[in-house]
């Protein structure tokens, strides 16, 4: 199967993943949905470039603090004139 990953830059003699290529499929990384081959690419550039650690650990704490807000977000009690009034066009 061809890897969806496509742009490469040379480093050294060796070819990695470009930047662009990493930061545009940090949330498949994330999820584990990346072809064994192309997450092997995607720790390779990972192992040689600081600020796309950086970037994936900030990535990484943005979906924490959203999953944490969104669990500590309380769920309003509905209105009681707004629970009447769809009982009411319910017919009840």
Do not use: Q, W
């Not at 890897?3 to 490469?8: E, H, P």
């Not at 499929?25 to 949905?33: K, M, S, T, V």
């Amino acid at each position: 199967m061809r890897s969806r990953i496509g742009k490469l830059v040379e480093s050294g003699g060796e070819l990695y993943l470009t930047c662009e290529e990493v930061i545009g499929f940090l949330l498949e990384y994330l999820d584990h949905e990346l072809e064994p081959e192309e997450e092997r690419n995607f720790e390779r550039h990972l192992a040689i470039c600081p600020s796309c650690v950086a970037y994936l650990a900030t990535y990484r704490e943005s979906i924490r603090l959203a999953r944490g807000a969104e669990a500590a977000a309380p769920v309003p009690e509905p209105a009681p004139e707004l629970v009447r009034a769809i009982l009411a066009a319910r017919g009840r």
